[in-house]
C-alpha cells in the first residue's frame, strides 16, 4: 500500500494510539496488549512497518506465524528472537515450556515491543505463551502487538483469557472511497469503480493497481486469485458449488434470486460465511469483496461458467419485472444471442435517458453483434443511437460510419419521419468530424424530407439543427432560421429544442452586445439543466466558455469550465469536456501560466484519438506557445490548423487558428503570411459576435507590419492598441489578468523603462522567441547593457514556483501588500492576486503569513555537477 509520508493512508490514529501504549509501558505506567484487527489485506502489516520505521531506539521484536498445515512449535518466537542471544532464545533452544515462560518474562522486563503477526496461524504453544505473558502485562515495560484476522474460529478461547487484560482493541477499518481515488490518481483507474470493486481493502486496492489495466472487466491479479482460491478449497464440495452459482452473480444476489438458484442447497452456504468468503447483506447474500468474486469467476472452466449465467439468465426472468441491464450482462455470458438482441437495446436507451451515457455506449455496441436478430426498422433504430452514443463518447468517425447506416437502413423502410431525424443527427457527425460542407447538406436534406409530412416535432428538430449549422457557419440564413425554429419548438412543446434554439440563437443573431449573448447562453443552459436534458447541458457549457473567453470575461470562464466539466465528465460527454478542457488551458495560457496550460494542450493531444473538428480548438494555442519560444515546427502546425480552420468554416475554427498564425508571422518576420490570414479574415470580419477575434487578428497584424486598422465596435483593450495608444492597452491587458499581451503593448511604447519591463514578464513567461524581438528594440533605443536571459538552472524553484512567483514570494515575505507588490514589479494588482493564490497552492500553506514564513526558510544548497 502507498504511504503518505511514513504512514500508510488512514493509519494515523492508529499509529498514534500505538505508539501511546508504548510511550506508556517505557515510563512505567504498566504495559499493554493490543490486538490489531481486520480481514485480510486490511493493512495490518503495513501499520507494523510503518511503527517499526518510527520506531527509533525502541526495542522492537517481530515474528510471524505461517499458513503450514503442520506448524512450527514457538515458530514467530523464535524469529523474534534469532540472534538476539537474550534469555527467551536460548530458552526456546532447548524447549521446555516452563523455562521458555519464564525466560520470556524475562526479556520483556526491559522496554520491549514483542510483535507476533498473523496469530490465527499460531500453533498452541505459542498462545500459551503469549497468553502467560498478557495476563502479566501490566507489571512489564512492554507492549505486546498481536496482529490476526477477524472471525478466527480457534482463537475465540484463546482471546477469552484475555477478559481481565483489558487489552487495547485497534481494528482497521477499509479505506476510504477518497483515500481509492488518492491511491489511484494518474492510473487510469477510477477511484469510485476501483474502491466498489477492492471494498477498500488495502491489498486488492494495490494488486490491482500493480496488475496494470483500467477496465471494470480487468483481470484478476494472481496474488488476490490465489489468497481467495484458497478459502474456497477448503469448502465442502456442495457449498463450493453453492459459492461457485453465485460467483457469476455481482455484487449482491438477492435473498428471492438465491433461493431460486439453488434450492435446497442455500443450507449449505453458511459454511462459505463462517470461512469470510460470503456474508449477510440487507438485499442478499454477496462475497465480502468483489475482487474475491471475480478470482472464483475467473477460475471457472468455460463451459461451467457458460451454464452459471444461463442459470442466472432463467432465474431472472421468471418475475414479471426484469432489469435490462442485468438480463445483458448474464446473455453476453451464457451466449444467449436472442435475450442480447432483446434486451440490449432497451438497456442501452435506459442508460442513455439516465445520463450513463458509457454504459449506454457498452449495450448498443453489445446489440449491434448480435442485430441480426432485429428488423430491419429495429436494426436502424440501433445504428441510430449507437451512432449517437458514439459521438457523445468523441469517436466521431466511427458516429459518422454509424450514422450513415441508421439513414441507409431508414431509407430501406420507407418511413419518411425516423429517416429525417437520423439525417438531423447524421448532420451532426459529419460537423464534428470536420466536415462541415456535408453536414451543412444533411441538415438541409433532413428538413426537406421532414417538411413533407407535417409532423412538427420533427419539424422543429431538423430546423434547429440546420439553423445550428448555418449559425457555426457564418449565413445570414441562421437568424431566421432559428427564429422560424423556435416558433416550431413552442408549438410541439419542445423545450429541449427551445434551450438548444436559444443556444445557437446567442451566436448568431446580428446586433447584441457580449452580455447579451451570454445573457442568452446562460438561459439556454438553466433551461437545460432544469429539464435534465443533459446533451443540451452540456453544450451550453461549451459554448458559454467560448463567448466568455473570446469576450475576455475570465472569472466568469474559471467559474464556467469548473462547473462544466465536472458535469461532462461525471456524465461521459468526451468531446464536450475536450472542449472545455482546451478553454481551460486557454484560460491558463491568457493568466501567464504557460507550464500547466502546454501540459494540459500535450494531454489533451495524447489522449484524443479521434478529435475531429476540435483539433482547430487545442493545435493552434498548442504550437502558439512553442512559437513564442521559438519551435521550428510550429509554423507547419499553424498553418495546417489555418487550412483546416478555413474548411470547418466557424468562428473558432477561423479565429484560433488564424491569430496564432498571424502572431507567427509577426515572430518570424514573415508580413505575407500575416495579410493573407487578414484577407481571409475580411470576409467574416461582420459575423455576429466576431469583432473579438478581428481585433486580434488585426493587432497581430500591425505588430507584423500591415497598416493598423481600428474599426467601430473594436473591443477594449485591442481597440488602444490599434489606435497607438500602448499606456491604454497595457492597462486593459493587466486589469483583465493578461501578463502576455500586457507586455506586448509596453514593448511598443518606444520608451525603455516600460520595454525594460515587457522584457521582465516575457523573460518570466519563457517567451523567448518574443523576448528576442523586444531585446532588439532595447538596443534600438540605445540602452547599452541589455539584460540577458534568466539561465534555466535560475528558473527553477525548489516548490515549483515560477520565477515571477519566486519574485512575489519575496516581497510577501518583506511584508508588502498585493497593491505595493504589483508597483515594484511593474504588474496589475490582479495580477499579483493571481500569484499570491497560485503560492499558496504550490506551498501548501493557507496564509500569507505562512507563505513568508516559508520563504524565510533557508533553501538547500545544491552540491557539485548540479549547483
Known amino acids: 500500500m502507498r504511504v503518505a509520508g511514513s504512514q500508510p493512508l488512514e493509519r494515523g490514529p492508529v499509529l498514534a494510539a500505538l505508539a501511546a501504549a508504548v510511550r506508556n509501558a517505557h515510563a512505567g505506567r504498566g504495559g499493554a496488549v493490543v490486538l490489531l484487527t481486520g480481514e ?81 496461524w499460531a500453533d498452541d504453544a505459542t498462545l500459551d505463551v503469549l497468553g502467560h505473558l498478557a495476563r502479566r502485562i501490566a507489571t512489564l515495560p512492554a507492549v505486546l502487538l498481536l496482529t490476526f484476522r477477524d472471525g478466527s474460529p480457534h482463537l475465540h478461547r484463546w482471546l477469552g483469557t484475555l477478559a481481565g487484560v483489558g487489552p487495547i482493541r485497534l481494528p482497521l477499518a477499509p479505506l476510504s472511497a477518497a483515500a481509492v481515488a488518492d491511491l489511484a490518481a494518474e492510473s487510469g483507474w477510477d477511484g469510485a469503480e476501483l474502491h466498489v470493486l477492492t471494498g477498500g481493502n488495502p491489498f486488492y486496492v494495490t494488486e490491482v493497481l500493480a496488475a496494470g489495466g483500467a477496465a471494470s472487466g480487468a483481470e484478476i491479479p494472481a496474488t488476490v486469485s490465489d489468497a481467495v482460491l484458497a478459502r474456497t478449497a477448503r469448502l465442502g464440495e456442495r457449498c463450493r458449488d453453492a459459492v461457485e452459482q453465485l460467483a457469476v452473480v455481482p455484487r449482491v444476489a438477492e435473498y428471492d434470486l438465491v433461493e431460486r438458484l439453488l434450492g435446497a442447497s442455500v443450507d449449505t452456504l453458511g459454511e462459505a460465511e463462517r470461512h469470510g468468503i460470503l456474508e449477510e447483506r440487507p438485499d442478499g447474500l454477496a462475497f465480502r469483496h468483489e475482487l474475491a468474486r471475480r478470482a472464483v469467476e475467473a477460475r471457472l472452466p468455460a463451459l461451467r461458467r457458460r451454464a452459471l449465467h444461463r442459470a442466472v439468465l432463467a432465474a431472472l426472468l421468471r418475475p414479471a419485472r426484469h432489469d435490462p441491464a442485468r438480463l445483458v450482462h448474464h446473455a453476453l455470458w451464457a451466449g444467449d444471442s436472442d435475450a442480447v438482441a432483446t434486451f440490449a437495446p432497451h438497456a442501452g436507451r435506459e442508460a442513455s435517458a439516465a445520463g450513463s451515457h458509457r454504459e449506454a455506449l457498452a449495450h448498443f455496441t453489445a446489440a449491434v453483434r448480435h442485430e441480426d436478430r432485429l428488423t430491419e426498422a429495429e436494426r436502424a433504430r440501433l445504428a441510430d443511437d449507437h451512432a449517437w452514443e458514439l459521438y457523445n463518447a468523441n469517436r466521431f468517425a466511427e458516429a459518422v460510419a454509424e450514422g450513415e447506416r441508421a439513414v441507409e437502413l431508414y431509407a430501406a423502410t420507407g418511413d419518411a419521419v425516423p429517416l ?19 453536414a451543412a447538406g444533411t441538415a438541409r436534406r433532413a428538413v426537406e424530407v421532414l417538411e413533407q409530412t407535417g409532423a412538427t416535432g420533427p419539424m422543429a428538430h431538423a430546423v434547429t439543427y440546420h439553423g445550428a449549422l448555418l449559425a457555426l457557419t457564418g449565413d445570414p440564413a441562421a437568424a431566421p432560421t432559428l427564429r422560424r425554429a423556435g416558433a416550431l419548438a413552442r408549438a410541439a412543446q419542445r423545450v429541449d429544442l427551445v434551450e438548444l434554439g436559444l443556444n445557437y440563437q446567442s451566436t448568431a443573431l446580428p446586433g447584441l452586445s457580449d452580455a447579451e449573448r451570454v445573457e442568452l447562453m446562460r438561459e439556454s443552459l438553466e433551461l437545460a439543466l432544469r429539464h435534465g436534458h443533459h446533451e443540451h447541458a452540456a453544450r451550453g457549457y461549451t459554448n458559454l466558455g ?123 518576420d514573415e508580413p505575407a503570411v500575416a495579410r493573407s490570414v487578414r484577407d481571409v479574415w475580411r470576409r467574416h470580419a461582420d459575423r455576429p459576435g466576431a469583432a473579438p477575434m478581428w481585433a486580434e487578428i488585426l493587432r497581430y497584424c500591425a505588430r507584423a507590419g500591415l497598416p493598423a486598422e481600428p474599426f467601430a465596435g473594436c473591443p477594449e483593450p485591442w481597440a488602444a492598441g490599434l489606435r497607438g495608444d500602448w499606456r491604454a492597452a497595457a492597462e486593459g491587458w493587466a486589469r483583465l489578468g493578461d501578463p502576455y499581451e500586457q507586455a506586448l503593448e509596453l514593448a511598443d511604447s518606444g520608451e525603455t523603462e516600460p520595454t525594460l519591463a515587457a522584457l521582465r514578464i516575457l523573460d518570466d513567461l519563457g517567451a523567448t522567441a518574443t523576448a528576442a524581438i523586444v531585446r532588439r528594440r532595447l538596443k534600438d533605443l540605445g540602452l547599452r547593457t541589455v539584460p540577458r536571459g534568466p539561465a534555466i538552472a535560475t528558473r527553477s524553484h525548489p516548490a515549483g514556483l515560477t520565477s515571477r512567483q519566486a519574485d512575489v514570494l519575496e516581497l510577501i515575505a518583506e511584508g508588502l501588500t498585493n497593491a505595493e507588490i504589483a508597483e515594484k514589479l511593474v504588474l496589475s494588482v490582479r495580477t499579483v492576486d493571481h500569484h499570491v493564490s497560485a503560492i499558496l497552492t504550490k506551498l501548501g500553506v493557507p496564509s500569507r503569513r505562512d507563505a513568508a514564513a516559508h520563504a524565510r526558510q533557508p533553501r538547500p544548497v545544491l552540491s557539485g555537477a548540479t549547483r
Not at 447524421?426 to 456535408?438: E, K, N, P, V
Not at 479565429?655 to 498571424?662: K, N
Request: net charge negative.
Open 420 to 438: 429525417g431525424q437520423a439525417q438531423v443527427r447524421l448532420s451532426r457527425h459529419y460537423y464534428m468530424a470536420g466536415d462541415t460542407a456535408r
Open 546 to 668: 467560448e463567448l466568455l473567453f473570446r469576450f475576455g470575461m475570465l472569472d466568469e470562464l474559471a467559474e464556467c469550465v469548473a462547473e462544466g466539466l465536472a458535469f461532462t465528465r461525471d456524465r461521459g460527454f468526451w468531446s464536450h469536456a475536450y472542449n472545455l478542457d482546451v478553454h481551460r488551458c486557454l484560460l491558463l495560457m491568457r493568466r501567464g501560466d504557460w507550464q500547466a496550460a502546454e501540459a494540459g494542450l500535450a494531454e489533451l493531444a495524447d489522449r484524443a484519438a479521434d478529435a475531429g473538428m476540435l483539433t482547430v480548438y487545442d493545435q493552434p494555442p498548442f504550437a502558439r506557445l512553442h512559437a513564442r519560444r521559438g519551435s521550428p515546427e510550429a509554423g507547419e502546425v499553424l498553418r495546417e490548423s489555418w487550412a483546416h480552420g478555413q474548411r470547418q468554416g466557424s468562428l473558432i475554427g477561423l479565429g484560433y487558428p488564424g491569430a496564432a498564425l498571424a502572431e507567427w508571422a509577426w515572430l518570424n
Open 40 to 120: 485480510a489485506g486490511i493493512g495490518k502489516t503495513s501499520v507494523v512497518r510503518a511503527f517499526r520505521a518510527a520506531a527509533g531506539r525502541t526495542r522492537v521484536l517481530v515474528g510471524a506465524c505461517d499458513d503450514l498445515l503442520t506448524q512450527r512449535a514457538f515458530g514467530p518466537l523464535r524469529d523474534a528472537t534469532a540472534g538476539t542471544r537474550g534469555p527467551l532464545a536460548t530458552a526456546l533452544d532447548g524447549g521446555q515450556a516452563d523455562e521458555v515462560f519464564g525466560a520470556a518474562r524475562e526479556e520483556l522486563a526491559t522496554p520491549t515491543v514483542l510483535v507476533v503477526e498473523d496469530l490465527h
